[in-house]
């Protein structure tokens, strides 16, 4: 009978909704832990010239992220996902932004903060650390806001 | 559950098409979550997966007894 038929159409779109739920919940668990990471040397020091940027992976192989060096001391590294629809973000230190292609977003480059666009998050950012003239990625900082 | 035997054909369509229209709206809110969940997702925030999950669950577990309701209701009388 074709309202049975719809009936039963519409309950296994249903059970597809709560498999697709279930899936993001096992991503999400499968996701890894951000409390305690590992070091990992990113670049040294005299490699990036200021106002250049280096993409790199932290902390798995497929977590891409971008270091940028605004001036001679000062680096910074923010996952590239941006916090809208996972977008990759372009650095654009001359414009103290980084900006997201997908729907115009763009973030803060001092501080990761969205400053326009659909992102209301911040970026997640990557705590470094200097030794010897080597630059090392060392965790990663939740966004808070 | 009450059996189609005490209604009357034109009791059990109205009946029918209120139980599709209660399904169809189940369906459209766990389409709601599902995206819901999937922004929040890509844009970093996986805390919402579970709650989100919970009540996709319970909207499939009243569809599935919705459509038992109308099993029950549709059978051919004896
Ligand atoms: S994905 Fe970056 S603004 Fe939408």
């Known amino acids: ?145 | 559950m009450t059996t189609g035997k005490i209604f009357t054909r034109e009791q059990r369509t109205t009946i029918i098409y209120g139980i599709l229209c209660i399904v169809l709206l189940l369906v459209v809110i766990q389409l709601w979550l599902l995206t819901a969940t999937m922004n929040a997702f890509l844009g970093g925030d996986q805390a919402i997966a579970f709650p989100t999950l919970l009540a996709s669950a319970f909207c499939l577990a009243l569809n599935l007894g919705l459509l038992r309701y109308v099993y029950t209701i549709e059978r051919p009388q004896a």
């Not at chain 1, 059970?15 to 040397?41: H, R």
């Open chain 1, 1 to 145: 009978m074709a309202r049975r038929d719809f009936t039963k159409f519409l309950i296994l779109t249903s059970f597809a909704f709560t498999t697709g739920q279930l899936w993001i919940l096992a991503k999400s668990w499968a996701a890894p832990s951000k409390q305690q990471l590992p070091g990992v040397q990113i670049a040294s020091v005299n490699q990036l010239a200021v106002g250049n940027s280096l993409v790199f992976a932290y902390p798995g192989e497929h977590d891409k992220c971008v270091l940028t060096r605004l001036d001679s001391d000062t680096f910074v590294a923010y996952s590239q996902a941006c916090t809208h629809l996972s977008c990759a973000v372009i650095p654009e230190p001359e414009k103290g932004r980084l900006y997201c292609p997908c729907h115009e977003g763009a973030f803060d480059i001092a501080s990761g903060n969205p400053i326009a666009g659909p992102p209301r998050r911040p970026l997640p950012r990557i705590k470094l650390d200097f030794q010897d003239g080597a630059i090392f990625a060392v965790g990663v900082a939740q966004p808070t806001a």
